[in-house]
Protein backbone atom coordinates (compact mmCIF):
# COMPACT_ATOMS: atom_id res chain seq x y z
CA UNK A 1 0.00 0.00 0.00
CA UNK A 2 0.95 3.30 -0.98
CA UNK A 3 1.37 6.37 1.12
CA UNK A 4 -1.55 8.79 2.06
CA UNK A 5 -0.95 12.24 1.91
CA UNK A 6 -3.38 14.89 2.95
CA UNK A 7 -4.88 17.35 0.39
CA UNK A 8 -2.97 20.24 2.71
CA UNK A 9 0.19 18.63 2.16
CA UNK A 10 -0.57 17.72 -2.12
CA UNK A 11 -2.22 21.61 -2.36
CA UNK A 12 1.11 23.34 -0.98
CA UNK A 13 3.53 21.22 -2.80
CA UNK A 14 2.20 21.84 -6.14
CA UNK A 15 1.58 25.77 -5.60
CA UNK A 16 4.84 25.81 -4.64
CA UNK A 17 6.18 23.67 -7.79
CA UNK A 18 4.02 26.00 -9.55
CA UNK A 19 5.05 29.58 -8.01
CA UNK A 20 8.84 28.63 -7.98
CA UNK A 21 9.51 25.96 -10.88
CA UNK A 22 13.48 26.85 -10.99
CA UNK A 23 14.06 26.19 -7.18
CA UNK A 24 13.22 22.92 -6.71
CA UNK A 25 15.46 19.77 -8.23
CA UNK A 26 15.03 15.70 -7.63
CA UNK A 27 16.78 16.25 -4.79
CA UNK A 28 15.02 15.80 -1.57
CA UNK A 29 17.62 17.61 0.78
CA UNK A 30 17.72 20.40 -1.23
CA UNK A 31 14.10 20.23 -1.24
CA UNK A 32 13.58 20.49 2.46
CA UNK A 33 15.81 23.68 2.14
CA UNK A 34 13.96 25.40 0.20
CA UNK A 35 10.38 24.67 1.29
CA UNK A 36 12.02 25.67 4.93
CA UNK A 37 13.32 29.26 3.24
CA UNK A 38 9.83 29.71 1.26
CA UNK A 39 7.02 29.03 3.76
CA UNK A 40 7.26 29.85 7.26
CA UNK A 41 5.43 28.58 10.19
CA UNK A 42 5.63 25.33 8.82
CA UNK A 43 6.27 21.97 11.51
CA UNK A 44 9.36 20.17 11.01
CA UNK A 45 6.65 16.95 9.54
CA UNK A 46 4.62 19.13 7.68
CA UNK A 47 8.08 20.38 5.75
CA UNK A 48 9.28 17.24 5.26
CA UNK A 49 6.20 16.09 3.86
CA UNK A 50 5.85 18.68 1.78
CA UNK A 51 9.11 18.29 0.28
CA UNK A 52 9.24 15.06 -0.26
CA UNK A 53 6.03 15.35 -2.22
CA UNK A 54 7.59 17.59 -4.41
CA UNK A 55 10.65 15.02 -4.75
CA UNK A 56 8.17 12.75 -6.19
CA UNK A 57 6.79 14.77 -8.10
CA UNK A 58 9.84 15.96 -9.98
CA UNK A 59 11.43 12.35 -9.67
CA UNK A 60 8.16 10.47 -11.23
CA UNK A 61 8.00 13.48 -14.12
CA UNK A 62 4.37 14.57 -12.69
CA UNK A 63 5.86 18.31 -12.90
CA UNK A 64 6.81 19.76 -16.51
CA UNK A 65 7.74 23.57 -16.76
CA UNK A 66 5.99 24.33 -13.32
CA UNK A 67 2.74 23.09 -14.21
CA UNK A 68 1.24 20.27 -12.12
CA UNK A 69 -0.99 17.18 -14.39
CA UNK A 70 -4.48 16.86 -12.99
CA UNK A 71 -5.41 13.69 -11.22
CA UNK A 72 -2.21 13.70 -9.52
Do not use: C, W
Amino acid sequence: MGKVRTRLVKRLAEELVYTYPDKFTADYEHNKKMVDLLVSGLSKRMRNRVAGYITHLISRGLVQLGQVEEGS
